[in-house]
C-alpha cells in the first residue's frame, strides 16, 4: 500500500541498498566480471571481423572490417579503463559519501 506521510522519491524501497553496503567485495567482484565479459566480447569481435573479413572479400572490405575491428578494440579498452578508474577513485576516496541510496541489481 502507498504510504502519502512521506514523498515517493525519497521513501527507500525493498530493492535498494546503502552504497557502503554494496561497495566493497562486490563492487570488486562486479569489476572482474566486467572486464572477464569485455575480454570475451573483444575475442568474438575479433573472431567475427576476421571470419567476414576472408580471402572471398573484397580487398576494400577487408581493409573497412580491419579499420572496424580496431574502432571496437578502442572502444572496449576504453570501457575497461573507465571501469578501472571507478573502481580506483571510488578506493582512493576515504572521505566519500556512504549514505547515498543505489538500486540492486539483484
Given at each position: 500500500m502507498l504510504r502519502t506521510?512521506?514523498?515517493v522519491a525519497t521513501r527507500p524501497s525493498d530493492s535498494t541498498l546503502e552504497l557502503?553496503?554494496?561497495?566493497?567485495?562486490?563492487?570488486?567482484?562486479?569489476?572482474q566480471e566486467i572486464q572477464t565479459l569485455?575480454?570475451?566480447?573483444?575475442g568474438k569481435v575479433t573472431?567475427?571481423?576476421?571470419?567476414?573479413?576472408s580471402q572471398e572479400t573484397?580487398?576494400?572490405?577487408?581493409?573497412?572490417?580491419m579499420r572496424s575491428l580496431a574502432f571496437m578494440q578502442t572502444?572496449?579498452?576504453?570501457?575497461?579503463?573507465?571501469?578501472v578508474g571507478i573502481s580506483v577513485s571510488s578506493q582512493s576516496?576515504?572521505?566519500?559519501?556512504?549514505?547515498?541510496?543505489?538500486?540492486?541489481?539483484?
Open positions: 506521510d512521506e514523498p557502503g553496503e554494496f561497495l566493497g567485495d562486490h563492487g570488486d567482484c562486479l569489476v569485455l575480454a570475451e566480447l573483444e573472431r567475427y571481423t576476421w571470419l567476414k573479413s573484397p580487398k576494400e572490405q577487408r581493409a573497412e572490417n572502444a572496449l579498452e576504453d570501457i575497461t579503463a573507465t571501469v576516496d576515504p572521505g566519500m559519501e556512504t549514505t547515498g541510496r543505489i538500486s540492486s541489481c539483484g
